[in-house]
């Protein structure tokens, strides 16, 4: 089984930075990806950022693009999401996913509120 734990977010005023950290436990063996979606309150969950486990091969929307920065320490099993010149419509819960053998996201994490003030 995999695990998933979000931590870092928190309140930020706009323009602020935070940096979400996801520890991973559980099988590696044939993990391809992982990733950073967020939902806000009554909008559906949008993909922010994907990295290939291996190769680190990143890929991000275009709402994020140039401003968050998704990372990873494999040693450390975990996946960073560095969040810069963050505005209120970056308020969110944030969560960390896998993938394995699947297109999609096989594993989820509980999530972590962000919260931008203007």
């Known amino acids: 089984q995999v695990q998933l734990v979000e931590s870092g977010g928190g309140w930020v005023q706009a323009g602020g930075s935070l940096r979400l950290s996801c520890a991973v436990s559980?099988?590696?063996?044939?993990?391809?990806?992982m990733g950073w979606f967020r939902q806000a309150p009554g909008k559906e969950r949008e993909f922010l950022a994907s990295?290939?486990?291996?190769?680190?091969?990143?890929w991000y929307a275009d709402s994020v693009k140039g401003r968050f920065t998704i990372s990873k320490d494999n040693a450390k099993n975990m996946v960073f999401l560095q969040m810069n010149s963050l505005v209120p419509e970056d308020t969110a819960v944030y969560y960390c996913?896998?993938?394995?053998?699947?297109?999609?996201?096989?594993?989820w994490g509980q999530g972590t509120q962000v919260t931008v003030s203007s």
């Open positions: 990295i290939s486990w291996n190769f680190g091969q990143t």
């Open positions: 559980g099988r590696t063996f044939g993990r391809d990806r």
């Open positions: 996913a896998a993938g394995y053998s699947s297109p999609a996201f096989d594993y």
